[in-house]
């Protein structure tokens, strides 16, 4: 059976939704010149995503996300 034979109800999703991103320049040496991580409101819960490696994210309970979260809210 082909791929296409074996699904059903296709429908394409356009996002409208704006991106958030905080990013900025690291002026330590040996650290990644540049860090931009996305943040990302799902339903009230905060997540920070690194851009620059999907499967490295940010969440509540991270010492690393009260970091993010307050450079957020300064900028």
């Known amino acids: 059976m082909s791929f296409e ?4 109800n296709v429908e394409i999703i356009v996002n409208k939704n704006p991106r958030t991103y905080l990013k900025w320049e690291n002026t330590e ?5 540049f860090e931009c991580y996305e943040r990302i409101n799902l339903q009230g819960t905060i997540v920070y995503v690194n851009a620059h490696n999907k499967s490295m994210s940010v969440t509540k309970g991270n010492p690393f996300f009260n970091i993010l979260e307050d450079l957020f809210q300064k900028v």
């Open 5 to 8: 034979q074996q699904i059903k």
């Open 29 to 33: 040496i040996g650290r990644d010149r």
